[in-house]
């Protein structure tokens, strides 16, 4: 099993639903965030490009952030999903010092704290929160060792990029053109 | 009669910039909330059905609750087809209005101590003897009907029926004037109908979605952008008509960027060319059309070539768009818009949309507009309303014939002391409403408000109209109360129920509650035979065969359509007009004086150094009614001024550098706000969202209440609207041709020193 | 034009606009590392080329100082975690490619040496304090021969110890040598901050925790010869700091945009001057000129070039942690 997200630009709006969601199914305490929207833009007036995406821990599938974790409080679970025991973490800031995409942060109770792709929900059979609430329906979760899920299939159809492929961890969060 | 004839706003001195020192560290504890909690999964959790009041698409979803009776977390309904199970980011954060710790939590009535006026927390009953003595005080000197009402939400109508059952039916909303009037009279002058909430656009169905000046993505409606989104799946064509390149404009098969305030000029091209290369439906046109050779010849001097030098669009886009949109008629949709009070000709702009959708033939067609329908709910009885002597048609509808809803405007100026007229108006009630931002000219309301005999607010949170008001009353969130069953049109009718999830938080209460003991405390009780809003909905769920019981289980509950959903083909079909047909040449405005065709008229063009303030949505806000919430504002905590680099590089600006905005009369912003330097806008604009900019803060007991995260965060539009332009046909306001200069430096501190 | 921006509000402390959890405790810490790792370097090549005697500061005396230089930096790492009450977490596991975990082992480990290796040198530790003079600490040297004698396990321990000194003294260089290292490499290998992700970085930490190693020698030692030694050395390694210094930055303006921007940091940036003048200046280039006058025969205070690369050195680590948090993929 190897979970991973597709999600669309060309149809993601940059309404931070998926931002909102994560806060209340996740208790993320008010001024932090697991998800978060970087908006891009280029060309000049009338000729402009723009998207947003909607980013979160990659799930990378080489982990600087598991490697350099000195405890094994981060790890990686069923599925690729890397998480962090809490119980198990010192809150050292290594992980966050070797993530690229800022994905992780320190929780106002000490411990290290990211996306968890909602395994919980996962677990339940249900979609995480964020793409379950997502409004434009840009977002798709599933496993990539399916050849027949959702998003193998879009994975294999649609033209896609990860975020600082130059930083050779093998993101699992792929955005789709 | 009150005891203050000279009302002043309850604030802290000083400026209002040395008010931003003053703010209070935002504060902290809100971050506890949701913290520390065990997480449950959902079938641990308890669901009550709900409502979303965030913003007015009314969405239903489910709220959901702990074993300690605290809010998880809310969740679209699946079965709603306003939400389809998903909430926009706005109801998702809903329960941040529920957790705002600055929440109005006593009533509150004015007292005035050592010529110093503040407010003290009374007691509900308190608080109705002020509002009933008052009430009664101002029936005697000028009559019932001098009190007025504004309102919005689905909280509005409690205290609406509750006026009118008392004898006062002077009433209007901003959603009205400042918002859809237009459009909804552009509608019903062409179709005889107008086109309510959802907007019954068969988006789902469309090959061409027209998108004028309708930011979706940004205005969150949920419905439609969810569809918009799956039109993008369709690969159908979008065509997006923006002077910004909006989110719509980046998900667009086309943009067009248009100089703004054009828009009427590239409509009429439009037409030319659709007629002129006979790209009309003409079947349709023949069968259910009025004017057609009157169009014709009135639209032959809007060519493209003349709309490019009016529009700065190319002409070679506009035949290129025209035929775009003929190849997928009927399956083609000028969408209407829903905020389109903008220049003043809104009525006439809205027409010549109308029109284009007609002669493409898409009204009644599938993937153009759908027929709605919507139960009716029958009302308790009661006893005949009392005639007013006058009421909001008096004040309006002389003057404007398409005036169908109280015009909040016009209503401001009966309250003004130099008004003389018949309407005079000396008690203003506001509920949901917030007109300091909602409503254009703030000097002007703030001078009405001063001439008051009396003032009542019923609000959630401390906005800036509390601080007007002789009594404050808090209002229960949605997520904790009852109000009308949602009875929306939709494709398959039915109706949804908001039923509250937990009590009341502080000593707040429900609008139904606080409108019926106002109505007892005036010897209404013949119209409130009922004590409890549930018995009330109840008896009417009954009429129409389900329960309050059923609905808390469902949440949403559909019926069986009566009438068909588009025309059938070569149906004979009555409309609502004089000619029984679509009114390409409107018959009434002949009758009334007022353009019978569309007329292109040039607006109001920047003086030399200013710019076009241009405003519009955050996805993530509702106007200023959520920048306080602590889950939004979490997403989103202040706005930015969006500049182009060519601008940018005039004024010398940087990104994030703070600014202050100037208007032509003089006027400047109470706030900055900061520079966002972006080739999303054009160079003759700025860009910001509406609604930011609070001056919220009161004084109760000699205590601050504020909105602690949204005070003075940013610029309100609102201060700086000027030249308003009248719509004839409506009275709504045109609120789009205000320009502005930026400042670099604080004029307020430069004030000081001089 | 072009755009990047981060468009929901994300004020999470320490992330934006660049990570900024590691402050002065993790410079200190890494500073504090380098340093007791050239100490118990020169300590124990010494004593293995037996000079022991004849070199009694570096070998005998300075190792004393180690001790409570680790454990200030054990302390400090502590400090420095979010999570304190679980620190326990990090010996009950050793994780093989975490840095982390290895300083952690490794900081217990050199300070049982480091502990364990002036006890053994007790009586030449007083003869040589009484040499010069002081007696303040007889109580303190009476006091820990007392326990010796008294009780059976310390008494065992360190008589074991002398016993294997050289099995010792060999296993506290090849520690040494790791802690060394690992205060070097610490830093490249968070290569989500391309100015810590380059190869150079960890042996440029390494010969500049040596060179302060020398510089404390020479500093607090009595002896001339050792002195001098020890500024011989002391310039050799700054020689190579500066070349590995200069190499670095070549490498990293030759690579992708990341890492020209972190050079730039440097060359015109917000570092450039606390980094060129500050430190390479007067950390490095001033007290080798200052060295190389004194080996012509100059009058020099010792303690002033060393101070000078001690200074240096916490100053290099500070530098190199702040700007490593700002050098950043771009959003
Ligand atoms: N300058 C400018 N003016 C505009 C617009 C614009 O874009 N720019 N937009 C126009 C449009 S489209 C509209 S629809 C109008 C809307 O204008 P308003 O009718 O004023 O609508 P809101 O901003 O939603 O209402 C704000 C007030 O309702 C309170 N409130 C929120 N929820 C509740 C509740 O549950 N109960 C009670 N009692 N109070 C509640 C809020 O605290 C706030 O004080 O504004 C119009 N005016
Ligand atoms: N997130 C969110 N969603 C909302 C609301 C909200 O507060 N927040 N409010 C809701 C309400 S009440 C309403 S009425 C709707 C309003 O939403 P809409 O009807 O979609 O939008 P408007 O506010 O009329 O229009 C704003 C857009 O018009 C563009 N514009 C400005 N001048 C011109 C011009 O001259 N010509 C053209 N073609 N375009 C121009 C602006 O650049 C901007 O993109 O949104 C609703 N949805
Ligand atoms: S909820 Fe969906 S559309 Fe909105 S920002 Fe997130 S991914 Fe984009
Ligand atoms: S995104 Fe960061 S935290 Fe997530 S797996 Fe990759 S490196 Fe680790
Ligand atoms: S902060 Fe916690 S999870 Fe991160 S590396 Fe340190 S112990 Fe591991
Ligand atoms: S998958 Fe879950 S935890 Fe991760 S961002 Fe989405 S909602 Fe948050
Ligand atoms: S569109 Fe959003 S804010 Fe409006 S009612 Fe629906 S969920 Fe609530
Ligand atoms: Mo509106």
Same mark, same amino acid.
């Given at each position: 099993?190897?979970?991973?997200?597709?999600?669309?630009?060309?149809?993601?709006?940059?309404?931070?639903?998926?931002?909102?969601?994560?806060?209340?199914?996740?208790?993320?305490?008010?001024?932090?965030?697991?998800?978060?929207?970087?908006?891009?833009?280029?060309?000049?007036?009338?000729?402009?490009?723009?998207?947003?995406?909607?980013?979160?821990?990659?799930?990378?599938?080489?982990?600087?952030?598991?490697?350099?974790?000195?405890? #094994?409080?981060?790890?990686?679970?069923?599925?690729?999903?890397?998480?962090?025991?809490?119980?198990?973490?010192?809150?050292?800031?290594?992980?966050?010092?070797?993530?690229?995409?800022?994905?992780?942060?320190?929780?106002?109770?000490?411990?290290? &704290?990211?996306?968890?792709?909602?395994?919980?929900?996962?677990?339940?059979?249900?979609?995480?929160?964020?793409?379950?609430?997502?409004?434009?329906?840009?977002?798709?979760?599933?496993?990539?060792?399916?050849?027949?899920?959702?998003?193998?299939?879009?994975?294999?159809?649609?033209?896609?990029?990860?975020?600082?492929?130059?930083?050779?961890?093998?993101?699992?969060?792929?955005?789709?053109? | 009669?009150?005891?203050?004839?000279?009302?002043?706003?309850?604030?802290?001195?000083?400026?209002?910039?040395?008010?931003?020192?003053?703010?209070?560290?935002?504060?902290?504890?809100?971050?506890?909330?949701?913290?520390?909690?065990?997480?449950?999964?959902?079938?641990?959790?308890?669901? *009550?059905?709900?409502?979303?009041?965030?913003?007015?698409?009314?969405?239903?979803?489910?709220?959901?609750? &702990?074993?300690?009776?605290?809010?998880?977390?809310?969740?679209?309904?699946?079965?709603?087809?306003?939400?389809?199970?998903?909430?926009?980011?706005?109801?998702?954060?809903?329960?941040?209005?529920?957790?705002? /710790?600055?929440?109005?939590?006593?009533?509150?009535?004015?007292?005035?101590?050592? #010529?110093?006026?503040?407010?003290?927390?009374?007691?509900?009953?308190?608080?109705?003897?002020?509002?009933? &003595?008052?009430?009664?005080?101002?029936? =005697?000197?000028?009559?019932?009907?001098?009190?007025?009402?504004?309102?919005?939400?689905? *909280?509005?109508?409690?205290?609406?029926?509750?006026?009118?059952?008392?004898?006062?039916?002077?009433?209007?909303?901003?959603?009205?004037?400042?918002?859809?009037?237009?459009?909804?009279?552009?509608?019903?002058?062409?179709?005889?109908?107008?086109?309510?909430?959802?907007?019954?656009?068969?988006?789902?169905?469309?090959?061409?979605?027209?998108?004028?000046?309708?930011?979706?993505?940004?205005?969150?409606?949920?419905?439609?952008?969810?569809?918009?989104?799956?039109?993008?799946?369709?690969?159908?064509?979008?065509?997006?008509?923006?002077?910004?390149?909006?989110?719509?404009?980046?998900?667009?098969?086309?943009?067009?960027?248009?100089?703004?305030?054009?828009?009427?000029?590239?409509?009429?091209?439009?037409?030319?060319?659709?007629?002129?290369?006979?790209?009309?439906?003409?079947?349709?046109?023949?069968?259910?059309?009025?004017?057609?050779?009157?169009?014709?010849?009135?639209?032959?001097?809007?060519?493209?070539?003349?709309?490019? @030098?009016?529009?700065?669009?190319?002409?070679?886009?506009?035949?290129?768009?025209?035929?775009?949109?003929?190849?997928?008629?009927?399956?083609?949709?000028?969408?209407?818009?829903?905020? @389109?009070?903008?220049?003043?000709?809104?009525?006439?702009?809205?027409?010549?949309?109308?029109?284009?959708?007609?002669?493409?033939?898409?009204?009644?067609?599938?993937?153009?507009?759908?027929?709605?329908?919507?139960?009716?709910?029958?009302?308790?009885?009661?006893?005949?309303?009392?005639?007013?002597?006058?009421?909001?048609?008096?004040?309006?509808?002389?003057?404007?014939?398409?005036?169908?809803?109280?015009?909040?405007?016009?209503?401001?100026?009966?309250?003004?002391?130099?008004?003389?007229?018949?309407?005079?108006?000396?008690?203003?009630?506001?509920?949901?409403?917030?007109?300091?931002?909602?409503?254009?000219?703030?000097?002007?309301?703030?001078?009405?408000?001063?001439?008051?005999?009396?003032?009542?607010?019923?609000?959630?949170?401390?906005?800036?109209?509390?601080?007007?008001?002789?009594? !404050?009353?808090?209002?229960?969130?949605?997520?904790?109360?009852?109000?009308?069953?949602?009875?929306?049109?939709?494709?398959?009718?039915?109706?949804? $129920?908001?039923?509250?999830?937990?009590?009341?938080?502080?000593?707040?209460?429900?609008?139904?509650?606080?409108?019926?003991?106002?109505?007892?405390?005036?010897? $209404?009780?013949?119209?409130?035979?009922? /004590?409890?809003?549930?018995?009330? %909905?109840?008896?009417? %769920?009954?009429?129409?065969?389900?329960?309050?019981?059923?609905?808390?289980?469902?949440?949403?509950?559909?019926?069986?359509?009566?009438?068909?959903?588009?025309?059938?083909?070569?149906?004979?079909?009555?409309?609502?007009?004089?000619?029984?047909?679509?009114? $390409?040449?409107?018959?009434?405005?002949?009758?009334?004086?007022?353009?019978? %065709?569309?007329?292109?008229?040039?607006?109001?063009?920047?003086?030399?150094?200013?710019?076009?303030?241009?405003?519009?949505?955050?996805?993530?806000?509702?106007?200023?009614?959520?920048?306080?919430?602590?889950?939004?504002?979490?997403?989103?905590?202040?706005?930015? %001024?969006?500049?182009?680099?060519?601008?940018?590089?005039?004024?010398?600006?940087?990104?994030?550098?703070?600014?202050?905005?100037?208007?032509?009369?003089?006027?400047?912003?109470?706030?900055?706000?900061?520079?966002?330097?972006?080739?999303?806008?054009?160079?003759?604009?700025?860009?910001?969202?509406?609604?930011?900019?609070?001056?919220?803060?009161?004084?109760?007991?000699?205590?601050?209440?504020?909105?602690?995260?949204?005070?003075?965060?940013?610029?309100?539009?609102?201060?700086?609207?000027?030249?308003?332009?009248? &719509?004839?046909?409506? #009275?709504? *306001?045109?609120?789009?041709?205000?320009?502005?200069?930026?400042?670099? /430096?604080?004029?307020?501190?430069?004030?000081?020193?001089? | 034009?072009?755009?990047?921006?981060?468009?929901?509000?994300?004020?999470?402390?320490?992330?934006?606009?660049? !990570?900024?959890?590691?402050?002065?405790?993790?410079?200190?810490?890494?500073?504090?590392?380098?340093?007791?790792?050239?100490?118990?370097?020169?300590?124990?090549?010494?004593?293995?080329?037996?000079?022991?005697?004849?070199?009694?500061?570096?070998?005998?005396?300075?190792?004393?100082?180690?001790?409570?230089?680790?454990?200030?930096?054990? $302390?400090?790492?502590?400090?420095?975690?979010?999570?304190?009450?679980?620190?326990?977490?990090?010996?009950?596991?050793?994780?093989?490619?975490?840095?982390?975990?290895?300083?952690?082992?490794?900081?217990?480990?050199?300070?049982?040496?480091?502990?364990?290796?002036?006890?053994?040198?007790?009586?030449?530790?007083?003869?040589?304090?009484?040499?010069?003079?002081?007696?303040?600490?007889?109580?303190?040297?009476?006091?820990?021969?007392?326990?010796?004698?008294?009780?059976?396990?310390?008494?065992?321990?360190?008589?074991?110890?002398?016993?294997?000194? @050289?099995?010792?003294?060999?296993?506290?260089?090849?520690?040494?040598?790791?802690?060394?290292?690992?205060?070097?490499?610490?830093?490249?290998?968070?290569?989500?901050?391309?100015?810590?992700?380059?190869?150079?970085?960890?042996?440029?930490?390494?010969?500049?925790?040596?060179?302060?190693?020398?510089?404390?020698?020479?500093?607090?030692?009595?002896?001339?010869?050792?002195?001098?030694?020890?500024?011989?050395?002391?310039?050799?390694?700054?020689?190579? =700091?500066?070349?590995?210094?200069?190499?670095?930055?070549?490498?990293?303006?030759? #690579?992708? /945009?990341?890492?020209?921007?972190?050079?730039?940091?440097?060359?015109?940036?917000?570092?450039?001057?606390?980094?060129?003048?500050?430190?390479?200046?007067?950390?490095?280039?001033?007290?080798?000129?200052?060295?190389?006058?004194?080996?012509?025969?100059?009058?020099?205070?010792?303690?002033?070039?060393?101070?000078?690369?001690?200074?240096?050195?916490?100053?290099?680590?500070?530098?190199?942690?702040?700007?490593?948090?700002?050098?950043?993929?771009?959003?």
């Amino acid at each position: 099993m190897r979970y991973a997200m597709a999600i669309e630009v060309n149809k993601c709006v940059g309404c931070a639903d998926c931002v909102v969601a994560c806060q209340t199914e996740n208790n993320v305490p008010i001024g932090y965030s697991r998800d978060w929207i970087v908006e891009r833009v280029s060309g000049t007036y009338p000729d402009i490009f723009l998207h947003f995406e909607s980013q979160r821990c990659n799930h990378c599938e080489d982990t600087p952030c598991v490697r350099t974790c000195p405890t #094994g409080a981060s790890f990686i679970d069923v599925g690729g999903i890397v998480k962090v025991t809490h119980d198990e973490c010192i809150g050292c800031g290594a992980c966050i010092e070797s993530c690229p995409y800022d994905a992780r942060y320190f929780h106002p109770d000490g411990y290290v &704290d990211k996306c968890t792709f909602c395994d919980h929900r996962v677990k339940e059979g249900m979609d995480p929160a964020c793409v379950s609430v997502c409004p434009t329906y840009c977002m798709h979760f599933g496993d990539l060792d399916d050849p027949d899920s959702d998003i193998s299939k879009l994975l294999k159809k649609r033209e896609n990029f990860t975020l600082l492929p130059e930083a050779g961890t093998a993101p699992q969060i792929f955005y789709l053109k | 009669m009150s005891k203050f004839n000279r009302r002043d706003f309850i604030k802290i001195s000083g400026t209002a910039t040395a008010g931003v020192a003053l703010t209070p560290a935002l504060s902290s504890g809100i971050g506890q909330i949701f913290q520390n909690e065990k997480k449950l999964t959902d079938d641990q959790l308890t669901k *009550t059905p709900t409502i979303c009041e965030v913003c007015f698409w009314n969405c239903a979803g489910w709220t959901y609750t &702990d074993p300690d009776n605290k809010i998880i977390k809310v969740v679209g309904n699946d079965k709603d087809p306003h939400s389809n199970g998903r909430l926009c980011p706005r109801g998702t954060g809903g329960l941040g209005m529920y957790y705002d /710790e600055n929440r109005l939590k006593k009533p509150l009535v004015r007292v005035e101590e050592n #010529g110093v006026q503040s407010f003290k927390e009374v007691s509900w009953d308190e608080a109705f003897d002020v509002i009933v &003595d008052n009430m009664k005080a101002i029936d =005697e000197k000028y009559g019932k009907e001098s009190i007025a009402l504004f309102y919005h939400g689905k *909280t509005g109508p409690h205290f609406k029926h509750m006026m009118q059952y008392w004898g006062s039916d002077t009433n209007a909303k901003p959603a009205s004037a400042q918002c859809l009037i237009t459009r909804e009279a552009g509608y019903i002058a062409t179709y005889g109908t107008g086109l309510a909430s959802p907007e019954p656009t068969d988006i789902n169905n469309t090959e061409c979605l027209v998108l004028i000046g309708n930011h979706f993505g940004e205005n969150m409606h949920n419905g439609h952008v969810q569809e918009i989104s799956k039109l993008i799946d369709r690969k159908g064509t979008i065509i997006t008509v923006d002077p910004r390149f909006s989110t719509a404009a980046a998900h667009s098969t086309h943009w067009l960027p248009i100089k703004p305030s054009t828009d009427l000029a590239l409509l009429l091209a439009w037409t030319n060319v659709i007629i002129n290369e006979n790209l009309y439906d003409k079947e349709y046109v023949a069968r259910y059309t009025y004017g057609f050779d009157e169009l014709k010849a009135h639209v032959q001097k809007y060519t493209p070539e003349w709309a490019q @030098t009016v529009t700065t669009i190319p002409a070679g886009d506009i035949y290129k768009t025209a035929r775009v949109m003929a190849n997928a008629a009927p399956k083609v949709i000028i969408h209407p818009g829903r905020h @389109t009070a903008w220049y003043g000709d809104d009525t006439q702009r809205t027409r010549a949309m109308a029109i284009l959708n007609a002669i493409l033939g898409s009204w009644g067609r599938k993937g153009g507009f759908y027929f709605p329908e919507n139960i009716k709910l029958p009302n308790h009885p009661h006893p005949p309303l009392p005639k007013p002597k006058w009421s909001w048609r008096d004040i309006s509808q002389g003057k404007h014939k398409l005036a169908f809803a109280g015009i909040t405007n016009e209503i401001v100026d009966c309250a003004l002391p130099e008004y003389d007229g018949p309407y005079k108006i000396k008690g203003m009630f506001f509920v949901a409403t917030n007109p300091l931002q909602a409503i254009p000219k703030e000097d002007t309301i703030k001078k009405a408000i001063q001439n008051q005999d009396f003032v009542l607010a019923v609000d959630t949170m401390p906005s800036e109209i509390t601080g007007y008001a002789d009594v !404050v009353l808090p209002e229960a969130t949605f997520l904790e109360r009852l109000d009308d069953i949602r009875v929306s049109q939709n494709k398959s009718p039915n109706v949804a $129920l908001r039923y509250p999830a937990v009590k009341p938080k502080y000593d707040s209460k429900p609008g139904w509650w606080i409108a019926r003991e106002l109505g007892i405390r005036l010897g $209404l009780h013949d119209y409130y035979h009922w /004590e409890e809003f549930e018995e009330y %909905l109840d008896w009417q %769920l009954k009429q129409i065969g389900t329960s309050i019981s059923e609905l808390k289980e469902v949440g949403v509950k559909h019926f069986d359509r009566k009438t068909p959903m588009y025309l059938n083909e070569n149906e004979e079909y009555w409309f609502n007009t004089n000619t029984g047909k679509i009114e $390409l040449v409107s018959t009434d405005f002949q009758e009334w004086g007022y353009d019978p %065709l569309p007329v292109y008229k040039a607006h109001d063009e920047a003086p030399a150094g200013y710019l076009r303030l241009i405003y519009g949505r955050l996805p993530m806000h509702t106007f200023g009614r959520t920048l306080n919430n602590p889950n939004l504002n979490d997403l989103k905590n202040e706005p930015k %001024l969006w500049v182009n680099p060519k601008v940018a590089k005039i004024y010398y600006l940087e990104n994030n550098q703070e600014v202050w905005l100037q208007n032509p009369e003089g006027k400047v912003s109470s706030f900055p706000i900061k520079v966002r330097i972006t080739e999303r806008i054009r160079h003759d604009s700025v860009f910001m969202p509406h609604g930011f900019g609070n001056k919220g803060r009161i004084k109760v007991d000699g205590k601050i209440l504020e909105m602690s995260r949204a005070y003075g965060r940013g610029i309100s539009d609102a201060e700086l609207l000027h030249n308003i332009k009248i &719509d004839p046909e409506t #009275g709504g *306001t045109g609120m789009r041709n205000s320009f502005v200069t930026i400042l670099t /430096e604080n004029p307020h501190t430069k004030a000081v020193e001089s | 034009m072009e755009e990047n921006i981060l468009s929901t509000t994300r004020d999470i402390h320490g992330l934006y606009p660049h !990570v900024h959890i590691w402050g002065y405790p993790i410079a200190i810490y890494l500073f504090i590392g380098g340093l007791a790792a050239g100490i118990l370097l020169f300590a124990t090549i010494y004593y293995l080329k037996g000079k022991a005697d004849e070199m009694p500061f570096t070998v005998k005396i300075a190792p004393i100082f180690t001790f409570g230089l680790v454990v200030i930096g054990l $302390l400090l790492l502590v400090y420095d975690l979010h999570h304190k009450m679980y620190v326990w977490q990090l010996f009950l596991t050793f994780r093989i490619e975490s840095p982390m975990s290895w300083g952690a082992w490794t900081l217990v480990v050199v300070s049982i040496f480091s502990l364990l290796w002036p006890l053994s040198y007790i009586d030449d530790i007083e003869a040589y304090l009484h040499e010069r003079g002081w007696k303040r600490l007889d109580d303190i040297t009476k006091f820990i021969r007392n326990m010796e004698h008294k009780y059976v396990i310390p008494r065992f321990v360190i008589i074991t110890f002398r016993k294997y000194r @050289t099995l010792a003294a060999y296993l506290m260089l090849f520690f040494s040598i790791i802690l060394g290292i690992y205060t070097g490499i610490l830093l490249s290998a968070f290569n989500a901050h391309p100015l810590w992700n380059n190869s150079i970085l960890g042996p440029l930490f390494l010969v500049s925790g040596v060179s302060t190693g020398s510089a404390f020698v020479m500093w607090l030692s009595n002896n001339k010869k050792e002195r001098q030694l020890m500024s011989t050395i002391d310039m050799a390694l700054i020689a190579v =700091e500066i070349f590995f210094i200069i190499h670095m930055m070549m490498g990293m303006q030759a #690579g992708p /945009e990341a890492y020209k921007q972190a050079a730039h940091l440097f060359l015109g940036g917000e570092f450039t001057v606390i980094f060129w003048v500050v430190f390479v200046g007067f950390g490095l280039v001033l007290p080798f000129i200052l060295e190389v006058f004194e080996h012509r025969g100059f009058k020099i205070h010792p303690a002033l070039p060393a101070l000078l690369v001690l200074v240096g050195g916490l100053l290099f680590r500070i530098i190199m942690v702040q700007a490593g948090q700002i050098s950043e993929y771009p959003l």
